[in-house]
Nanobody, 121 residues
Framework: QVQLVESGGGLVQPGGSLRLSCAAS????????MGWYRQAPGKQRELVAR???????SYADTVKGRFTISRDNAKNTVYLQMNSTKPEDTAVYYC???????????????WGQGTQVTVSS
């Protein structure tokens, strides 16, 4: 019914920048909160940043001041601008969204497939 497709991952040197994108498509009536999670090798998945439909973002302490989440509601897309990256940012990054599905009018959670981010010199 709904798909979240992520892009923009790759290799970046420490201190460098990267921008991730996640576009939602399908039977969408509206999208409520969207967010980015990440999972590093040997670690649990953690919330990186989230942004509700109203646009007020929140961040994990580990990325605050370095990452910026934003969204374009007209495009059903959420972004994660990653600046001043560190090796510990290396992880698979996943997009997440609460979506009200058109066919039912009910809200469901959806996850993207994940995109690899590697911060290394």
């Amino acid at each position: 019914q709904v798909q979240l497709v992520e892009s923009g991952g790759g290799l970046v040197q420490p201190g460098g920048s990267l921008r991730l994108s996640c576009a939602a498509s399908g039977s969408i009536l509206t999208i409520h909160a969207m967010g980015w999670y990440r999972q590093a090798p040997g670690k649990q998945r953690e919330l990186v940043a989230r942004i509700p439909s109203g646009g007020r973002a929140s961040y994990a302490d580990t990325v605050k001041g370095r990452f910026t989440i934003s969204r374009d509601n007209a495009k059903n897309t959420v972004y994660l601008q990653m600046n001043s990256t560190k090796p510990e940012d290396t992880a698979v990054y996943y997009c997440h969204a609460y979506v009200v599905v058109s066919s039912t009018g009910r809200e469901y959670q959806y996850w993207g497939q994940g995109t690899q981010v590697t911060v290394s010199s």
